[in-house]
C-alpha cells in the first residue's frame, strides 16, 4: 500500500490544481509568495497583470545579481530564459 500512495502523491503534485492547468512549469512555486490575490500590508510585490517584458526583465537581473534582492536572485537562478519568457507571459496575463 505504502508502496502504490508516494507515487499517486506525486502524481496529484505534479498534476497541480486544475486552475493552473496552462501555468507554465514553476509558476506554483511563484504564487505562494506572489498570491494571486491582494494581500494586504505584504512586502511580497504583486506581479500579476504587470507587463511580461518587466517581469521578464526583473528575472534576469535577480538571477544575474545585477538586480540585489533577499531571495529572488537564488529563486531565479533556477529557470533559463525560455522558462524566464513563459512566466513572465503567463503572469503578465493573470487579472492584475
Ligand atoms: C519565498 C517567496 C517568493 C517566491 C517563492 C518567489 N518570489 Fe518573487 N519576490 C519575492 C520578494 C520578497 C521579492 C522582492 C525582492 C526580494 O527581496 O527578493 C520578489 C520580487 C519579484 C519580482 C520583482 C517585482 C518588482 O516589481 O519588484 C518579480 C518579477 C518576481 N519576484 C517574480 C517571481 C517569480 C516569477 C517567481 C517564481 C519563479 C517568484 N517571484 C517566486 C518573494 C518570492
Do not use: N
Not at 490544481?17 to 512586502?43: E, F, I, L, N
Not at 537562478?77 to 507571459?89: E, M, N, P, T, V
Amino acid at each position: 500500500m505504502g508502496r502504490l500512495l508516494l507515487p499517486a502523491l506525486v502524481a496529484l503534485l505534479l498534476a497541480g490544481p486544475a486552475r493552473a492547468a496552462d501555468a507554465p512549469p514553476g509558476a506554483s512555486s511563484c504564487t505562494g509568495c506572489h498570491a494571486a490575490s491582494r494581500v494586504p500590508d505584504s512586502t511580497i510585490p504583486r506581479i500579476a497583470g504587470r507587463s511580461a517584458a518587466d517581469i521578464a526583465k526583473a528575472l534576469r537581473e535577480y538571477r544575474s545579481g545585477a538586480w540585489t534582492s533577499s531571495i529572488m536572485g537564488r529563486i531565479a537562478k533556477g529557470f533559463d530564459d525560455q522558462q524566464i519568457d513563459a512566466l513572465a507571459a503567463w503572469f503578465s496575463s493573470q487579472p492584475e
